[in-house]
């Protein structure tokens, strides 16, 4: 029983992803952290729970945690303070997600389905609410105004970018840089403010802006990938329905740099398919052999290690310890996922 | 006063008299609150100034940032902090309404089109998140984590309050015990914390139990009212359309206590006009002759005037001044709504 344990231990060893041994590195952090998730987000009112239990579960990455407490152990020892902050961190981005499915009209989130498809998109709405809500008192715990600032600031940015998007929906000609400045407020805004938090909660003021730009850039190159993971992967994968994005009319960057590289006869079939009225079932896998055939796929995964190497330049300003080794990791590991 | 539709006029002087003294009473204080709800609801995003400035103007009574400065005022002085507050809570207030709007499907607010139905349910749920980012970010210019700890627990309280409405909709035979527990979260854990906060932001503990006190049976009051005139008013007086919790299967203390004191057949109108599927046009004007028959609308009015009157004894534990007696005067003015 015990040789067996230990061969499938082993064998876990070897395939084991950056982000597990991560988590392993992080396990006490982590186990704090996931405790505080499951209690705060506690309420007499049983949806509450039941649904952000759901959705908080629902095999996320934990990426931002990971980052925050990563960002502490580099420059100094986590306690109470940090994991309250990596707990109200992932409960503002399920917030996010929560409100994101409802916007989105998204059926499926992290492979199952999405709450809304539950519980319906009031319920999903008021406990994005609920969760927002319980991380700001979390944050209160870390004892610190400047990390409450932080946290507050980059969720207003959130929320600003996740209008850009909206607004952007079915804008065929979607410029690279309104891509870039929707990314950079929807999602590296929080991965930069996780990393600088995580930093200030350690106590460390010296090292919170060079953090900060790695949270800041392995945000942004997390994202491309991401979104280019939706012309590129499979369900199983990625655990969501490749082109969602393309269904919805949202343009990321494999579309803008294919449409820009188009001939005029694909630049027509870009701007019907792109219309969410005027797409056919049949668009899609017509997208994916553009996309790749033109180069997009090679200059959307470019882009995204050109903000990997600055997100590794920002650790070289700090003292060089494993966990910053790890954070550099993360970083290769984020590339390697587009490949 | 008499109770009837018809006392229009008076009801509306009566309105003038209490703003405008107590407008003019904390007039600088108002016009510092009011430019940082301007100011803050900026962002190069122009739909968010357009949409928050579209319903922080539109005509709301400022009586959460009202209590929340007079509290201050009566125990101490203001200044920035509190003025930062008061619009934090605004905005909390605020955004819960945008939520609102597209939980409840709305059309009008305030006697206004509802922002969603301008600019859409995607626009009002990320408005609402951004107007309570920026709140947060307010509550750090207080320099008070308690203040933030009362605003952001108070904040999970409205969302409890919220779900536990959805939840209660259509359920005809709720209980006014339950009906107590949804305004006690929904409406009164905010005006709770903002008086709280409003000592605590003039630097006064020691009164800041006695003013959460004041401002947790107000708020109980001022809901039971404000539900109460949607079988009583008309469309100029409260500013929205007479019969909306009506049409939504929303139960309110006039229903519940007409209900309760039903002939067997009046019993099953009420079962079949408060299923939004079996509900006819003609319905509201018959539960309104039911509510009014059975003295339903005096026992809701009663129950009102209860926690205005336990509101004012938990003024009396203050020292008196012109701030305490204009709350005093504030409580009155909330009972004389519903006469």
């Given at each position: 029983m015990t040789t067996t344990l230990n061969s499938e231990t082993l064998e876990l060893d070897a395939t084991r992803t950056v982000a597990e041994r991560l988590q392993d590195m992080l396990a006490?952090?982590?186990?704090?952290?996931?405790?505080?998730?499951?209690e705060r987000s506690k309420s007499p009112v049983a949806v509450?729970?039941?649904?952000?239990?759901?959705?908080?579960?629902a095999g996320g990455k934990r990426l931002r945690p990971i980052v925050t407490l990563a960002a502490a152990r580099a420059v100094g020892n986590t306690g109470h303070g940090t994991h309250a902050l990596a707990a109200a961190v992932e409960f503002i981005h399920t917030a996010?997600?929560?409100?994101?499915?409802?916007?989105?009209?998204s059926d499926l989130r992290r492979g199952k389905k999405a709450a809304k498809k539950i519980w319906g998109n009031s319920a999903s709405i008021l406990v994005g609410d609920f969760l927002f809500a319980r991380a700001f008192t979390l944050m209160v715990e870390t004892g610190s105004l400047e990390i409450l600032n932080i946290l507050s600031s980059a969720?207003?940015?959130?929320?600003?970018?996740?209008?850009?998007?909206?607004?952007?929906?079915?804008?065929?000609?979607?410029?690279?840089?309104d891509y870039m400045a929707i990314?950079?407020?929807k999602t590296a805004a929080l991965f930069e403010a996780a990393a600088r938090a995580g930093a200030l909660s350690a106590g460390s003021e010296k090292y919170a802006e060079s953090l900060a730009q790695f949270g800041r850039n392995l945000g942004l190159a997390f994202q491309i990938v991401d979104d280019a993971l939706d012309y590129g992967g499979t369900t199983a994968i990625i655990g969501k329905q490749v082109g969602d994005d393309?269904?919805?009319?949202k343009i990321t960057l494999p579309v803008i740099i294919a449409r820009q590289r188009a001939s005029a006869e694909d630049k027509i079939f870009w701007d019907r398919a792109l219309s969410v009225e005027t797409q056919t079932a049949q668009d899609l896998s017509h997208a994916i052999h553009l996309i790749r055939a033109s180069g997009a796929m090679e200059a959307t995964a470019e882009a995204a290690l050109d903000y990997l190497d600055l997100a590794k330049q920002a650790l070289r300003h700090l003292p060089d310890n494993e966990w910053v080794r790890s954070l550099s990791d993360l970083?290769?590991?984020c590339g390697e996922r587009i490949n």
């Open positions: 006490e952090d982590l186990a704090a952290t996931e405790a505080l998730l499951l509450i729970p039941d649904l952000s239990d759901y959705i908080v579960s996010t997600l929560l409100h994101d499915d409802v916007v989105d009209n969720s207003s940015v959130i929320a600003e970018g996740e209008v850009r998007q909206l607004q952007a929906t079915g804008k065929k000609d979607l410029a690279a840089s990314i950079e407020a393309f269904r919805e009319g970083a290769d590991y």
